[in-house]
C-alpha cells in the first residue's frame, strides 16, 4: 500500500522560497505518476505539478509555471517541490498525491484521477 507524508511548509514573505518534501513508501517510481495539489480556505483542491515516466516528465499549473519545480530523488524515495518567488495568493494547504500509471503517461492535474494522498502540509505567504 502506497503511503505518503510532506514535510517542509511554513511560513515565508512574499517573493520567498520554501522546499517541499514527500516520503513514499510501498511503491515502485516508475510506475507511478507522483504530483502536488493545493488547497486554499473555501477553495476547491487544484493540481501544482506533476512528474513521471522515470522523473522525465513534467508539467505544471499555469499560475506556478516558472516559479516551482518538482523533481524526484528515486534512491530516497522522496519527492519534492521547490517554490520559489512565492506570492500570497500561494498560501494553502500541499498535498503530495500519486497515482498508478502506464510508462510514459501520467494524469491530468485533476484531483479525482489521483488516488493516494498525503495528510498535506500548510504553506503561508505573508505579503
Known amino acids: 500500500q502506497v503511503q505518503l507524508m510532506e514535510s517542509g511548509g511554513g511560513s515565508v514573505q512574499a517573493g520567498g522560497s520554501l522546499r517541499l518534501s514527500c516520503a513514499a513508501s510501498g511503491y515502485t517510481s516508475s510506475a507511478y505518476c507522483m504530483g502536488w495539489f493545493r488547497q486554499a480556505p473555501g477553495k476547491e483542491r487544484e493540481g501544482v505539478a506533476v512528474i513521471y515516466n522515470g522523473g522525465e516528465s513534467t508539467y505544471y499549473a499555469d499560475s506556478v509555471k516558472g516559479r516551482f519545480t518538482i523533481s524526484q530523488d528515486s534512491a530516497k524515495n522522496t519527492l519534492y517541490l521547490q517554490m520559489t518567488s512565492l506570492k500570497a495568493e500561494d498560501t494553502a494547504m500541499y498535498y503530495c498525491?500519486?497515482?498508478?500509471?502506464?510508462?510514459?503517461?501520467?494524469?491530468?492535474?485533476?484531483?479525482?484521477?489521483?488516488?493516494?494522498w498525503g495528510q498535506g502540509t500548510q504553506v503561508t505567504v505573508s505579503s
Open positions: 498525491a500519486a497515482v498508478k500509471a502506464p510508462v510514459g503517461y501520467c494524469y491530468p492535474l485533476v484531483p479525482v484521477f489521483w488516488g493516494v
